[in-house]
Nanobody, 120 residues
Framework: QVHLVESGGGLVQAGGSLRLSCAASGSPFAINSMGWYRQAPGKQRELVATITNSGSTNYADSVKGRFTISRDNAQNMMYLQMNSLKPEDTAVYYC??????????????WGQGTQVTVSS
């Protein structure tokens, strides 16, 4: 019901910035909360930030004050502005959305991931 595509990853030096985007599509579709997760080599996938359909946000302690999650419901887009990047932020970043239609309510959808590499 929901298709998610991330973009914006790349290579950046420590202290730099990147802006990730997630485009949601489907026919028809409805989504509730969205979020960004990341997975570093040899690690479990972890929550980075979440945002409700009304704009309430939650951040992992490791990124609080450096990352900002936002969404544009009219454009079906979600963003993650990442500032003051550190090498430990290196990971594959995944877009997540929770379905909210009659058919897929509470179903988790995931994008394919985008690589973020921060060099020191």
């Amino acid at each position: 019901q929901v298709h998610l595509v991330e973009s914006g990853g790349g290579l950046v030096q420590a202290g730099g910035s990147l802006r990730l985007s997630c485009a949601a599509s489907g026919s028809p579709f409805a989504i509730n909360s969205m979020g960004w997760y990341r997975q570093a080599p040899g690690k479990q996938r972890e929550l980075v930030a979440t945002i409700t359909n009304s704009g309430s946000t939650n951040y992992a302690d490791s990124v609080k004050g450096r990352f900002t999650i936002s969404r544009d419901n009219a454009q079906n887009m979600m963003y993650l502005q990442m500032n003051s990047l550190k090498p430990e932020d290196t990971a594959v970043y995944y877009c997540n959305a929770v379905g909210d239609s009659y058919y897929d309510r509470d179903t988790d959808y995931w994008g394919q991931g985008t690589q973020v590499t921060v060099s020191s």
